[in-house]
C-alpha cells in the first residue's frame, strides 16, 4: 500500500507571508499531482509533476518532485486571502489502474 | 480543459432510500472512473474503480451491495448508494481520466448526501 503523508494539516498566515506545504512517500509514483479544493467543490488539478526534479511555476505557486520521486513540495509565495483552500497532493502509481494516492491535505488560511 | 459533470450536487433524503449520483466526462472518453468519498476537513478516500464495460473494483471496507457502480458508456459512471442510512451521509465526489495515455485525474464538483 502506497501513503503519501502532507505536512502541514492546518496553515493559517497572514497576507503576503510566504509558506511550504509538503508531500512524502517511501514509495516511487509515476506522477504527482497537486489539486486545490474549495467548500462544496470537487478538487481543481494545478500541476502534474511526472519528471525527479521537475520544477514547474504557476504564478506565485512553485511545484518540486524530488529526483527519487517519492516526495513534492508546494511553495506559495505572497499568499493572498484568494489562495485559502484545502491543498491535496496524490500520487499516481505504477499499477495498471494508475490510481491516485491522496495526501491527508493541507487546508490553508491566508487572512487579509 | 478536460471538464467533468457530476448530479445531483446535494441530496437531502430520508433513511432507506436509495440514490443515484451520475458522473459525466463532457468532452472525452473515460475508460476508467473513481468513485471517492470524503469527510468533513478530511482528504478523499477512493472507494473503488469504474471499468467501462466490466465490474468496478472496490477498495477494501467498501460493500459493493451498498454502493452499487454501473459504467455503460465511456462517458457515464453511477454510483447507487442503496437503502441509504444517515452514517452514508457523506460527500461523494467522482472523477475520470482521459482513456489516451498517462493523464491526470479530473474531478467532478461532487454530491453532498445527506440522509435525514
Known amino acids: 500500500t502506497q501513503l503519501l503523508e502532507q505536512s502541514p494539516q492546518f496553515l493559517s498566515i497572514q497576507e503576503g507571508e510566504n509558506l511550504t506545504v509538503y508531500c512524502n512517500s517511501s514509495s516511487v509514483f509515476s506522477s504527482l499531482q497537486w489539486y486545490r479544493q474549495e467548500p462544496g467543490e470537487g478538487p481543481v488539478l494545478l500541476v502534474t509533476?511526472?519528471?525527479?526534479?521537475e520544477v514547474k511555476k504557476l504564478k506565485r505557486l512553485t511545484f518540486q518532485f524530488g529526483d527519487a520521486r517519492k516526495d513534492s513540495s508546494l511553495h506559495i509565495t505572497a499568499a493572498q486571502p484568494g489562495d485559502t483552500g484545502l491543498y491535496l497532493c496524490?500520487?499516481?502509481?505504477?499499477?495498471?489502474?494508475?490510481?491516485?494516492?491522496f495526501g491527508g491535505g493541507t487546508r490553508l488560511m491566508v487572512k487579509p | 480543459g478536460a471538464v467533468v459533470s457530476q448530479h445531483p450536487s446535494r441530496v437531502i433524503c430520508k433513511s432507506g432510500t436509495s440514490v443515484k449520483i451520475e458522473c459525466r466526462s463532457l468532452?472525452?472518453?473515460?475508460?476508467?472512473m473513481f468513485w471517492y468519498r470524503q469527510f468533513p476537513k478530511q482528504s478523499l478516500m477512493l472507494m473503488a474503480t469504474?471499468?467501462?464495460?466490466?465490474?468496478?473494483?472496490?477498495e477494501q471496507g467498501v460493500e459493493k451491495d451498498k454502493f452499487l457502480i454501473n459504467h455503460a458508456s465511456l462517458t457515464l459512471s453511477t454510483l447507487t448508494v442503496t437503502s441509504a442510512h444517515p452514517e452514508d451521509s457523506s460527500f461523494y465526489i467522482c472523477?475520470?481520466?482521459?482513456?489516451?495515455?498517462?493523464?491526470?485525474?479530473?474531478f467532478g464538483d461532487g454530491t453532498r448526501l445527506s440522509i435525514l
Open positions: 472523477s475520470a481520466r482521459d482513456g489516451r495515455g498517462v493523464q491526470p485525474q479530473h
Open positions: 496524490a500520487g499516481a502509481g505504477r499499477n495498471a489502474g494508475n490510481m491516485l494516492t
Open positions: 468532452d472525452f472518453q473515460a475508460t476508467t
Open positions: 469504474s471499468n467501462e464495460g466490466s465490474k468496478a473494483t472496490y
Open positions: 509533476v511526472v519528471t525527479g526534479g
